[in-house]
DNA sequence: ACTAGCGGGACTCCCCGTTGTT
DNA sequence: AACAACGGGGAGTCCCGCTAGT
């Protein structure tokens, strides 16, 4: 299971750059096949159809998305002392950055590209993009919950509402980017909604202070 | 030149629904004659290929959004008198309750669509989207150095960045709509935006008032 | 009856060339209107269907084929003295000139481009080439027996296939001068037939003479 | 690899009758396989597309003419005694008898078939065909040029010349034996040309016989 | 863990010809 | 006489998936 599982990484690679720039049903698995250098009964050997292909895709990209947000944020709170809007704020620099450093720009979102072709696929991938997005909501909206009950808000948001901003953003960014070719969007995205957040949460104007 | 007329939007109306559910090269001419009621070569009359077909429904996806953002906040000058930040503020509530209204949420935004397909697109199509953005980016970005001009931010932001922000964030709430399966991501999201620029252009929380 | 007789002759023209070019069915009404900058309605109104095309394709064609070797050989009856060797040697010169003449080259035999696609014909026209063919070939085998009556052939060559052989000369020498885009094949090709005639028609080396 | 290589064959051999009957571009890919009895895929994968086809097609006729030629004049080579105007005049002979065997006349000759649609095929299977013919041109001429440096030509007419002739008055005899259904005239065409060269080197009516 | 060969079924594009309108 | 609009019918291409082998 050494050979077979690197071939099978190899369709999964080659697929996912494919249904980015092409979308799922304009990718065909004669082209797969051909830039994998195998035959199409080797491809049906590790994906039964094209849906299972699309399944996996799906959650390889779930899992690399997960363990993406976990260590950067690991590496926030690590940073900061303790303080949820510090490490927040520090994750979400560091997210930035990460996303400036990909070579090319960012490839895209697989999610994004699913939905937009949502009548493509079957009920249980659906199920599992919208698991995975609500999944990594409430990995934001935990963080922020944390922040907000230490810090106080000068606007009234709630913490659902501001985690699917980030979220958005980072989507959205990625579309205008893909549109003018410009790789720095989604950073400088990222880093908009950071200044929001550190905006919402500055202590405020302390009354004290101005006192 | 008024059945052809007819005949040539209802194409339209059924290919773009039919995109924005599962993409371009999903989307079947078949089907869409079979939708329209006609025949190959009544929709080969009208479109000479899939290519100019993209073209048109691009064309008419601009066109139509370029009428919102217009009537929208011409709307929003009028009633906010005279001060940017108040018309821009009335115009993105305004846009918001807008998407609110939509019957089905938002069905999606064309120019996603086609980038992540855009393998599957001519040049020239492609420089259309590039352009609309760029327009649509400029037409925020001019109304935020307008209310910059005449307030003052507690942030460093530029109006690029903001207005890229605006636009991107519509982008990305649809696509967490469409994945949550919830049509209030959008409006709430437009407004969420709103209270960033509202937070970053109150009045420093007025040390005359806090005297 | 004038400005319809030159749309007529313009589309038989466009439609010779295309034919010669392509093949009859590769052929395609709209390309020719394309060019003839008619439109389909125009197309048919001067002619049913194809059909009626292909048969006053031909007809037009024979008519010209025919004066060209009336108008050839009278002028070669003209300058031999009634001498019916010298007048079909004089004449297969000419011919040969005239073929030489032509601008790009022989442009090809619409006779040759019918027989190799013979099924895509009916009956009538099968026929009416067939019949010029066996004029044409009437014409020469007549030169060639008044010819044999006033000369001794060194060889034993019916008529018939003599007068075959200048015809399929013509026709293969314009195969292999598109084959090789040589234009110079088909003129020097009818010298070559000329010449076996002369040498046929040899006063005997004399034996007399040589006494 | 053994049936596919059948079927790879048999496709071949009713698409060759086809074409020659009817010309390439009106033969159609459905009537291929239904005769073949096999299904679309079947045909598309021998064939990657009928280019491909074309080419394997043309590439099989030069092939088997090649063999053709050879044939007949190692044959003939062997029946005269080292005599090169012997061996060509026995060669010619051969041809003309193989020629009339032909259970239904001639099929055809491809090369007319193609030039007369050159515009349908791309440059390599043109450039395939013009080397063949070159070949097959140079194969008579150097025979020609052996006979004439062994015997005096009592005309001026060079190797190349006369070599054309040949070939010419092959193809012209199909297409004449095709319109005038008579499967004889190629044949009697090929013995035209033999007897034109046998006259040719003649012995000049020996002046010493003579004497 | 893969290959050769092919079934069956779209899909895009094109093409010939007709109809209703002007 | 000409045009807009469309009917009806393939042609060529491609693609997914299966079977039989090794």
Redesign the interface.
């Known amino acids: 299971v050494r050979k077979g599982e690197a071939t099978r990484e190899r369709i999964l690679d080659i697929a996912e750059a494919a249904v980015?720039?092409?979308?799922?049903?304009?990718t065909s698995i004669e082209e797969i096949i051909a830039q994998a250098e195998i035959t199409k009964s080797g491809f049906f050997y590790h994906f039964a159809d094209k849906n299972v292909l699309a399944r996996a895709m799906m959650e390889r990209y779930i899992v690399s998305n997960n363990e993406i947000f976990e260590t950067v944020f690991a590496r926030a709170d690590d940073l900061a002392d303790g303080d949820p809007l510090q490490s927040l704020l520090i994750g979400l620099k560091l997210l930035a950055e990460q996303m400036a450093d990909l070579p090319s720009g960012h490839p895209?979102?697989l999610?994004?590209?699913v939905?937009?072709?949502?009548?493509?696929f079957d009920r249980p991938l659906l199920q599992l993009?919208?698991e995975a997005?609500?999944f990594w909501n409430n990995f934001f909206r935990s963080r922020i919950e944390a922040v907000a009950s230490k810090h106080v808000a000068?606007?009234d948001?709630d913490a659902e509402?501001?985690a699917?901003?980030i979220?958005?953003?980072?989507?959205?960014?990625i579309?205008?980017g893909?549109?003018?070719?410009d790789t720095s969007?989604v950073p400088?995205?990222i880093l908009?909604?950071r200044?929001?957040i550190?905006?919402?949460f500055r202590p405020?104007?302390s009354?004290e202070q101005?006192?």
Chains 1, 2, 3, 4 share one sequence.
């Open positions: 980015l720039a092409k979308g799922f049903s304009a895209g979102c999610i994004a590209s939905v937009y072709q949502e009548r493509m993009t919208a997005v609500q000068s606007e948001i509402q501001l699917r901003m979220m958005c953003t980072v989507d959205g960014g579309i205008m893909k549109v003018l070719h969007i400088r995205q908009a909604v200044s929001f550190k905006l919402l405020a104007m009354l101005a006192a």
